[in-house]
């Protein structure tokens, strides 16, 4: 792995292509929210566990490209991530099982796995979410968010998706007509939303007056009252 004594800083724009599945260690850090931390594909012993926090706890964009089925890569405190979160094939395993992870921007999971077994935020004003994603605590607030078709996005303990009377929170799917699904069996907070092609798995919801139906929805009950 690549130790750094003293700070570790990423100008604008600037580019740290770190060989997987290798520790950045650094005291300190400086990174701009436009640069670019990208951990790419070597043939490695398979079962490494990647500490993405040794370095530091804010991103830009971040990508895990990792070649080996048994490398995870893990959030291990408070971080934000401010334009991309992107798993980028099939063996890219991340895990957040500590602290609050804070995606500003898209999350991009192209067919890895992404497991969060804490609090994730999704603050980002219009943001993608791609692949099928599993959240512990997950919180939204306007103004868009958009899902890909067919994919699922399931939260285990807590759901917090609140727009405000002015400002509703859309969700969309990526594919007009087409569905998105969430499944979430747990405790549900719903408000001013503005819902479109997506299916409710499980026991149907009960939404208040606060929340709109703009077509293909299945799973949500529009016309009850909480």
Known sequence: GLVVTDMITLGAGNKLEIPSPYNVTAVRSTIDPTSIVKFAPTTNSINDTIDLNKFTQTFGYLEINSSEIGDVYEFTKDTTVNTELKLANATSKVNHNTGTLTIEGNLANI????????????????????????????????????????????????????????????????TTSSQWNLTASATASYSNLDIQDSNKTGTAVNLDQTNVDSGNNTGWNFTATN
Do not use: C, H, W
């Open 111 to 174: 067919g890895g796995t992404f497991v969060s077994n804490a609090k994730v935020v999704l603050s980002g004003t219009s943001q993608s979410i791609l692949g099928s994603n599993t959240f512990y605590d997950l919180v939204k607030s306007e103004v868009l968010t958009s899902f890909a078709a067919g994919t699922t996005q399931t939260v285990t303990n807590s759901i917090e998706l609140a727009g405000r009377p002015n400002n509703m929170l859309s969700l969309r799917s990526l």
